[in-house]
């Protein structure tokens, strides 16, 4: 059998900060998938474009392991739309990966722009 | 959450809702932005991308995910299925009557080798004994019995019991045997055992002198006395002795050694057997029985080193060490004790099974297998589509999984028959036999083999699987594509195997069978057959003297002999094949050195005491001189028959006839009487047909009457039609006589070979049902190999090949095979066969004859297997092979 890509994140999207970007929009107020969808994409000022195909197995996820909560509301479209809450657990879990991230992105950014010692030139 | 299963449904409804309105949402902001509704209809479906891969790998995020596979696979494997029932019946049908051998022998040995024996903490009873190996027996004198049970530190408990032996019930109803054993006070709280009715048995029951109680068995106080609950105190006659019933046993109460007891009376056992005064000796010899309990962390070794350090303290003193040869006590774990020799059986039968169902096995991989190739397509699409190779063999398992489980449950219902019929033709020596049935374990056990068959045999296309190459398969666009050599190689390792594990099974089973014909060919002496035998027991209030006993036989034989369809009637205190209860007599030949009766070894015979009839009834050869007739009445000259061992034993070169000797058949003070031989006849196996033939002396019952006699009946019609008008004859006499254990001597013929029988039959079904999935998994191969090298062949014949030249290459090829096969085979046979060592009689493991015979009749299989697709090769028409290119 041929080796062929499975299915995978086709996003900008840097993996597993998709979950943090999640947990940081629900936090201005509850949504739904779609909602998300278009607020990370704008507050990104439209360079980050979520792909449904990841937004979806992630919300799911993250309900899974407690951080948000789905309820149901009517809507006027026709379908009822489905909402995402933050919970307890969930705003400590943004916390912890908000503090990793900026961790590694000050990291990455000592890499890119190296302080030059003196003892060094 | 973890979703519940149960919920998926449900939720799988929400998700599709979910992404509608994720749709319905996208759509409206479009159509707002100034879009045609099918504009915004595209560009929302466009933005959002494929909905069922999205739903997909959401669907992935909630867990139970690997049942939901299962259950598609399953019932893709059920769809599958369906489409090829042929195939599928076929696999099943092996399987099942695979797990059904595995599951009704598995339930057998569940039975008797691993079911906790019925008694409290079973595991630290023990069964005691002294052993002593010359002459072979077992003995536990009342001294040493109670040496161990004053002196030791190993036990919680012990207690002594006689076997069960027969008594005769007076006093409800007719006259009945039942069988009954002694046992000492202690015996129920040895084995935690309470009386369901009514009391156990009081210390001062087992004294000497103690009043005679009686426990009885559930089935006897049903049987006899109606379940009446008020039994306990009521008086019974035993033997004509007074017994007061003090209560009923449990229903699942089973007596030791493997026989039942239909009541337990107190062992009345006095402390010391042994008497010496003025230097001489008396010694009582009762067959003791000892079981007991070890007190926790007590073992078998340490036990066994102390109760010999007892034994000698006990016997120090009396000087018996010549008397006892190398006597020594041996402990065995109960459980031991009672399974005795039926473990090897056993375990080679489950061996042979195991065998089987490896051969079912290697024979539906090879069904698989071929079928593997016409899926090549279906599992190389599968591939491209992006299912991993993980997925499809999931797939592929589950489904042989499903095949097996199919199996195990078709099996099952197999097994419960098998159970049934193994439960009524298997032979009655096999302990615990009749509560095997398919209980919980043997289910677990059914459910486990059924799986791991699933993937044993699954795990052959899964292998094919791995190799299809999709490119070379897509591209092949539907002809027959080439099968890898792979599966080709695969399957005829399997056929070796097949071959191999066959080979095993067809020597086992042939070296049973011969060993079975070596039994039944061995001469016993007499003509067994149209005789039956009856046992009558006299009262010995009512007879108590000998003229009395024998007034009773002679006219008993008399009024037989007189019926109509007897061709000779006859008395003999033992039947041959069951000379258990034969006495033995020290022998002093007048003229030969005088004999010291106190050491080991001394010269013995078996001695017997029969109506003059007897020969001719059982038509035992004369050798020399005369048989015992008339000529031997009471007051006659005391004279013998002796058999040839008995010439052999004690008249190396002389002629035996008028030889006297003094031997002692009967206990009593007076001295030994001088018997004279006047006759010599054939040697008769008394004591089973595989035993060994030891000296033996017969007496005339008029010169040495008895109280217990077997009739003897030679009739001219069957047998069976007499056993009436016998116990009619027995009455006449005395009403109050019963007649017990009436059987023919036929019957007691196959109880004797019973156990060679039904291993060299059960072994000879597993290994014929082997050998035809062998054949049949050689013809799939052949013919495999053939149907693929068709247009091969088609190209010889054109090129002008013979008939002959064809089936020669194909025969060449599967003979190959099998002569590797039954090589691997003949190598494991010849490792394996030895572990059958004690299941053998007049054969020895590697018997080459055997060995040459299976080994031909193997090849000749393997070859007619091959004939087939061979022949078939043959006619192959080159036009249409070629035109197929």
Request: charge should be positive; hydrophobic fraction near 45%.
């Amino acid at each position: 059998m041929s080796s062929k890509p499975r299915y995978q994140n086709r996003t900008e999207i840097l993996q597993g900060t998709l979950d943090m970007l999640i947990l940081q929009t629900l936090q201005w107020g509850p949504r739904h998938g779609y909602a998300l969808s278009k607020a990370i994409r704008s507050n990104s000022g439209e360079i980050l474009k979520v792909d449904t195909g990841s937004l979806y197995p992630a919300l799911h996820r993250l309900e899974r392991k407690g951080w948000i909560v789905a309820e149901w509301k009517a809507s006027e479209i026709g379908p009822r739309l489905r909402v995402y809450r933050l919970t307890k657990s969930g705003t400590r879990q943004l916390l912890s990966e908000r503090s990793r991230w900026e961790r590694l992105t000050a990291a990455i950014a000592g890499i890119l722009n190296p302080v030059r010692k003196e003892s060094e030139s | 959450m973890k979703f519940p299963l149960w919920r998926r449904a449900q939720r799988d409804k929400e998700l599709v809702e979910e992404m509608q309105a994720h749709l319905a949402l996208a759509e409206r902001e479009a159509t707002e932005s100034g879009q045609t509704p099918k504009q915004a209809q595209a560009s929302a479906h466009q933005e959002f991308g494929n909905v069922g891969l999205a739903a997909e790998v959401t669907r992935d995020t909630w867990g139970w995910n690997w049942l939901v596979e299962l259950l598609q696979d399953a019932r893709y494997g059920v769809r599958n299925m369906r489409r090829t029932p042929g195939f599928a019946l076929v696999t099943v049908l092996t399987l099942a009557l695979g797990i059904g051998a595995n599951t009704a022998i598995f339930s057998v040995v569940d039975a008797v080798l691993f079911r906790a024996l019925p008694y409290r903490d079973a595991g630290r009873l023990v069964w005691a004994t002294n052993f002593a190996s010359e002459p072979k027996q077992n003995l536990v004198f009342a001294d040493e019995y109670a040496g161990w049970r004053t002196q030791n530190h190993v036990f919680e408990n012990i207690a002594a019991y006689s076997p069960a032996a027969e008594y005769t019930l007076t006093g409800t109803g007719s006259p009945q045997r039942l069988r009954g054993a002694q046992v000492t006070a202690s015996f129920l709280n040895v084995l935690g055992v309470m009386p369901q009715l009514g009391r156990n048995f009081l210390p001062e029951e087992d004294q000497p002198t103690g009043p005679k109680a009686a426990l009885l068995s559930d089935a006897v106080w049903r049987s006899n006395f109606g379940a009446d609950r008020n039994v306990v105190g009521r008086v019974v006659a035993l033997d004509d002795t007074p017994y007061t019933v003090i209560g009923v046993l449990p229903r699942d109460f089973e007596f030791l050694d493997n026989s039942p007891a239909e009541f337990l009376v107190p062992l009345q056992l006095s402390d010391t057997s042994i008497q010496s005064a003025n230097g001489k000796m008396r010694i009582m010899i009762r067959a003791l029985s000892v079981v007991a309990r070890l007190r926790p962390g007590a073992t078998v070794v340490a036990t066994t080193a102390e109760l010999n350090a007892i034994n000698e303290r006990v016997l120090s003193g009396l000087n018996l060490k010549q008397l006892l040869g190398d006597a020594h006590a041996q402990v065995f774990l109960l459980h031991d004790h009672e399974i005795g020799d039926v473990r090897p059986a056993l375990l080679v039968l489950l061996g042979a099974v195991g065998f089987v169902l490896l051969i079912a096995c290697a024979n539906v991989a090879n069904l698989q297998l071929a079928r593997a190739a016409t899926r090549e397509r279906e599992v190389a699409i599968r591939g491209a589509l992006g299912a991993g190779r993980w997925r499809l063999a999931k797939l592929l398992l589950t489904e042989s999984s499903a095949l097996a489980l199919a199996g195990g449950v078709a099996g099952l219902l197999l097994a419960a028959w098998a159970i049934r019929l193994i439960r009524r033709f298997a032979p009655q020596k096999i302990p615990h036999l009749q509560v095997a049935h398919l209980n919980l374990r043997v289910l677990l056990f059914t459910l486990v083999v059924s799986l791991l068959t699933g993937i044993l045999f699954g795990l052959a296309p899964v292998w094919a699987a791995f190799r299809v190459s999709l490119n070379n398969t897509l591209k092949d666009g539907g002809a027959q594509s080439g099968s890898g050599t792979g599966t080709r190689r695969a399957q005829k390792v399997l056929m070796v195997a097949e071959i191999a594990l066959s080979f095993v099974l067809f020597i086992g089973a042939a070296l049973l069978v011969k060993s079975f014909h070596q039994l039944t060919a061995i001469q016993p002496g007499f003509d067994p057959h149209g005789v039956l035998t009856a046992h009558v027991a006299l009262p010995l209030e009512q007879y108590q003297t000998p003229v009395q006993q024998r007034t009773f036989f002679e006219e008993l034989v008399q009024r037989l002999q007189a019926l109509p369809g007897v061709a000779s009637a006859a008395a003999t205190a033992t039947v041959p094949l069951r000379g258990d209860m034969q006495m033995i007599s020290m022998i002093q030949v007048e003229g030969q050195p005088k004999i010291n009766p106190y050491v080991a070894n001394v010269p013995t015979a078996r001695v017997n005491s029969v109506t003059p009839g007897y020969f001719s009834a059982l038509r035992v050869p004369l050798i020399a001189g005369r048989l015992l007739d008339e000529r031997d009445g009471a007051d006659a000259p005391k004279s013998v028959v002796v058999n040839q061992a008995f010439v052999r034993r004690f008249f190396e070169k002389e002629d035996p006839i008028g030889k006297r000797f003094m031997a002692k058949f009967s206990p009593g003070p007076e001295a030994p009487p001088i018997w004279t031989i006047v006759g010599v006849i054939h040697d008769t196996k008394q004591r089973g047909l595989a035993d060994d033939i030891t000296p033996e002396v017969t007496a005339s019952t008029s010169q040495w009457p008895r109280f217990m006699m077997t009739l003897v009946l030679r009739t001219s019609d069957s047998p069976v039609s007499l056993v009436s008008a016998v116990r009619q004859q027995v009455s006449a006499l005395d009403k109050n006589i019963p007649v017990y254990a009436v059987q023919t001597m036929d019957d007691m013929f196959s109880a004797e070979v019973a156990s060679q029988r039904f291993n060299a039959i059960a072994l000879a079904g597993f290994a014929g049902f082997a050998v035809l999935l062998a054949a049949v998994g050689i013809y799939g191969v052949m013919a495999y190999a053939v149907s693929r090298r068709s247009h091969e062949m088609g190209v010889r014949i054109a090129l002008g090949a013979g008939r002959g030249n064809v089936v020669r290459m194909i025969l060449n090829q599967g003979f190959r095979l099998a002569l590797i096969g039954v090589g691997l085979g003949l190598a494991t046979s010849f490792a394996l066969t030895r572990l059958m060592t004690g299941l053998l009689f007049g054969v020895k493991p590697s018997d080459p004859q055997t060995f040459v015979l299976v080994t031909a009749a193997l090849l000749a299989v393997a070859l007619a297997a091959c004939w087939i697709p061979a022949h078939r090769a043959t006619r192959v028409d080159p036009v249409i092979a070629l035109r197929y290119e």
